[in-house]
C-alpha cells in the first residue's frame, strides 16, 4: 500500500509563495505520473500540475508561469512551488500518483488572504 503525505500549506498573503511537499512511501520513480489537485469550497476537484515519468509536465492555465512541480527522486518527494499566489488559490491541494492504480494523499490546505 502506497502513502501519499503532504505538508507545507498554510495562510499566506496575495503574492506570498508556499512549497508543498509530497512525500511517498515507493520509490517515485516507479510511477507512470504525480500530480497535485485541489479542491475549493463548492467546486470539483481539479488537476493543477503534472509529471509524468518521462519527464513531461503540464499545468492548467490559471496556474501557468506561477507554479512549478518538480521531484527529487532520491528523497521520493514531490513538490510544488507556488509564487505570486492569488486568492482563487484558496483550496485543499492533494498529491496523486498513478501506478496500476491511483493514489491520494490526506491534503494539506492553502488559504490565500490578507
Known amino acids: 500500500q502506497v502513502q501519499l503525505v503532504e505538508s507545507g500549506g498554510g495562510l499566506v498573503q496575495p503574492g506570498g509563495s508556499l512549497r508543498l511537499s509530497c512525500a511517498a512511501s515507493?520509490?517515485?520513480?516507479?510511477?507512470?505520473?504525480m500530480g497535485w489537485y485541489r479542491q475549493a469550497p463548492g467546486k470539483q476537484r481539479e488537476l493543477v500540475a503534472q509529471?509524468?515519468?518521462?519527464?513531461?509536465?503540464v499545468y492548467v492555465d490559471s496556474v501557468k508561469g506561477r507554479f512549478t512541480i518538480s521531484r527529487d527522486n532520491a528523497k521520493n518527494t514531490m513538490y510544488l512551488q507556488m509564487n505570486s499566489l492569488k486568492p482563487e488559490d484558496t483550496a485543499v491541494y492533494y498529491c496523486?500518483?498513478?501506478?496500476?492504480?491511483?493514489?491520494w494523499g490526506q491534503g494539506t490546505q492553502v488559504t490565500v488572504s490578507s
Open positions: 515507493a520509490r517515485i520513480f516507479s510511477f507512470n505520473a
Open positions: 496523486n500518483a498513478q501506478r496500476f492504480r491511483t493514489y
Open positions: 509529471i509524468t515519468s518521462g519527464g513531461n509536465i
